[in-house]
């Protein structure tokens, strides 16, 4: 037989649940730090996290929570097993957030709990996190408050050593040769050391290559077989052959990308198409230099920062040089070098090109 003393304790627990759902959502960190014991421990293994004691809920709250754009969080009270003073129970949940650096998307999870009562009521003595769909396709909506922000602001600033390191881990496990470099200063000294005075060079159309130097030094008299120099010179018409072998078969082609997932992959847009056959395979050599700004958590954030941020610069520019907007007619997803083209990534430490 149910006693009232247990409905009312199975009330307070499922209070207590909805309780740190609605701290979490209002960024109470506070309140939401006060809902544990002074031994409770919140663990989500995904991120991975573990928190002990209130204090440090309170601050590693406060760490993830600087993060969100917008956070929602919505719980569905689930089974409840009361033993005396201490009890069990689950809570389930539909999550849907945007972060700062870019991750978005939607997620269904439990929270598997331990609870105990003290004089201040039912407190968590463990939360521990279970993940249990997770779908990062971009969001159509927007909070609010995002209006106020400006709309290209998470894609130009520079990601942490430790993602830049996570995304180089997985190029190379890819079959990428990589390196980190300290700013763009070092990434021009170090082209000069991979491209021999006497190769064959093309280099893309980029706003890295421009800002860098790279791009004048390599079409510079110290490379006398440099590819843009000569095709500038020759006629669209009677010599466009000869145009197409020298952009599609250099010795070496220099460029960057839209994007680079943390997972390894390399997202490169063409409205012209000029760049891609020396990037697949038509050259000897393929070196890719890439701001840190560019690195996103996976490819659905890498074609949102394509379309919002990447494409209407460079469309501003091509209406500058050209008359007319860019436009992405075609798309590389690169997730290993070609077969017969060396795959080399510089990764620098601080945001370059767009």
């Known amino acids: 037989m149910t006693t009232f003393q247990a409905i009312a304790d199975r009330v307070e627990i499922q209070a207590l649940q909805a309780e740190f759902t609605d701290a979490v959502t209002m960024r109470d960190r506070a309140r939401l730090a006060a809902?544990?014991?002074?031994?409770?421990v919140l663990r989500m293994p995904n991120i991975p996290i573990e928190l002990t004691g209130p204090e440090e809920i309170r601050l590693g709250g406060e760490k993830?929570?600087?993060?969100?754009?917008?956070f929602v969080q919505n719980t569905h009270p689930g089974a409840i097993t009361i033993d005396g003073d201490t009890a069990t129970g689950r809570a389930h949940m539909h999550e849907?957030?945007?972060?700062?650096?870019?991750?978005?998307?939607?997620?269904?999870?439990?929270?598997?709990?331990?609870?105990?009562?003290t004089p201040d009521g039912?407190?968590?003595t463990e939360?521990?996190?279970?993940?249990?769909?997770?779908?990062?396709?971009p969001l159509t909506g927007s909070a609010p408050e995002q209006a106020t922000e400006a709309p290209a602001a998470r894609w130009t600033e520079p990601v942490g050593a430790d993602r830049l390191e996570r995304a180089a881990d997985a190029l190379a496990a890819r079959g990428f040769a990589v390196e980190i470099l300290a700013d763009a200063e070092a990434?021009?000294?170090?082209?000069?050391?991979?491209?021999?005075?006497k190769?064959?060079?093309?280099?893309?159309?980029?706003?890295?290559?421009?800002?860098?130097?790279?791009?004048?030094?390599?079409n510079s008299d110290r490379y006398p077989r440099a590819v843009k120099p000569r095709v500038l010179t020759m006629d669209r018409e009677s010599e466009a052959e000869e145009i197409r072998h020298l952009l599609a078969t250099p010795d070496v082609v220099i460029g960057s990308v839209a994007a680079l997932t943390e997972t390894g992959s390399l997202v490169v847009a063409s409205g012209s198409g000029s760049?891609?056959?020396?990037n697949t395979g038509g050259a000897g050599r393929a070196i890719w230099i890439i701001g840190a700004q560019k690195i996103v958590p996976d490819l659905p954030t890498a074609l949102r920062r394509l379309e919002e941020h990447a494409l209407p610069l460079e469309s501003a520019r091509t209406e500058a040089a050209y008359g007319m907007p860019s436009a992405v007619n075609q798309l590389v997803v690169f997730n290993a070098p070609t077969r017969f083209t060396d795959g080399i990534v510089l990764l620098v430490q601080e945001a370059i090109g767009y």
Do not use: C, K, M
Request: hydrophobic share 40%; charged share 30%; no cysteine.
């Open 199 to 218: 190769s064959g060079v093309f280099t893309t159309a980029s706003e890295t290559l421009r800002l860098s130097g790279i791009d004048e030094d390599l």
């Open 187 to 197: 990434a021009r000294a170090r082209v000069r050391e991979l491209v021999p005075e």
């Open 96 to 117: 849907i957030a945007r972060t700062r650096n870019g991750l978005e998307g939607l997620n269904y999870a439990i929270y598997h709990d331990r609870y105990r009562r």
């Open 127 to 137: 939360r521990v996190y279970e993940l249990r769909y997770l779908d990062t396709s």
């Open 64 to 70: 993830l929570q600087e993060q969100w754009v917008f």
């Open 275 to 278: 760049q891609l056959p020396a």
């Open 122 to 124: 039912w407190r968590f």
């Open 35 to 40: 809902l544990f014991t002074a031994d409770g």
